[in-house]
């Protein structure tokens, strides 16, 4: 029985090891800073307020985007990457895939190379021609989860969707759409 018990504190280990490494895209987007969030919903009731108030609850000065407020979740928000003031480190898009090429067009006007595509199950902001629009600007995206997957302290939920999604390929791993 004991080493049963051995065995299991050993395979727990390294899988805690395995999950706890993050690709090195993800390790660079949050070694970022100033991390814009589009998609903050006046509501509250989105996935980008999730992540935007989990960036500022971990240090990020963590910046809301949406055209039609001027104050999100306490912070001054923005209508666009572009009229934010100073350098964004990252932009994380949460909206409709819509209106995402959109936004990678003005990360590329505005100097901000690293984005992230919010996306759990199903399309989430992903988009063909987001991701044609990278490919052309010479971003290299991540695709897919989120922070919340990421950002320690990382609840049950996330850790487990992450083990999840990351054995289906939707969440990084880190695939791009630059080295098909």
């Known amino acids: 029985m004991g080493e049963k018990k051995e065995l299991h504190a050993r395979l727990f280990a390294l ?3 395995l999950m706890n490494q993050l ?3 993800i390790e660079q987007f949050l070694r970022g800073q100033r991390i814009a969030v589009v998609g903050v919903s006046r509501k509250g009731d989105v996935a980008a307020n999730a992540v935007l108030k ?13 055209p039609n407020a001027d104050m999100l979740e306490g912070v001054q928000c923005y209508p666009e990457i572009s009229a934010i003031p100073d350098t964004v480190d990252g932009v994380v898009i949460a909206t409709h895939p819509d209106v995402s090429a959109r936004i990678v067009r003005q990360c590329a006007e505005s100097g901000v190379d690293k984005i992230w595509f919010h996306r759990s199950f199903g399309q989430g902001s992903v988009s063909d021609e987001a991701l044609a629009e990278c490919k052309r600007l010479g971003l290299v995206p991540i695709v897919g989860g989120c922070p919340l997957m990421f950002c320690d302290p990382v609840d049950p939920f996330h850790r ?6 990351q ?10 759409e630059q080295s098909e």
């Open 15 to 17: 899988f805690t090891e």
């Open 23 to 25: 690709p090195d895209l």
């Open 54 to 66: 989990k960036l500022m609850r971990c240090g990020y000065d963590a910046i809301p985007v949406n």
């Open 160 to 165: 487990i969707a992450r083990w999840w999604l």
């Open 167 to 176: 054995k289906r390929g939707t969440v990084p791993s880190c695939r791009s």
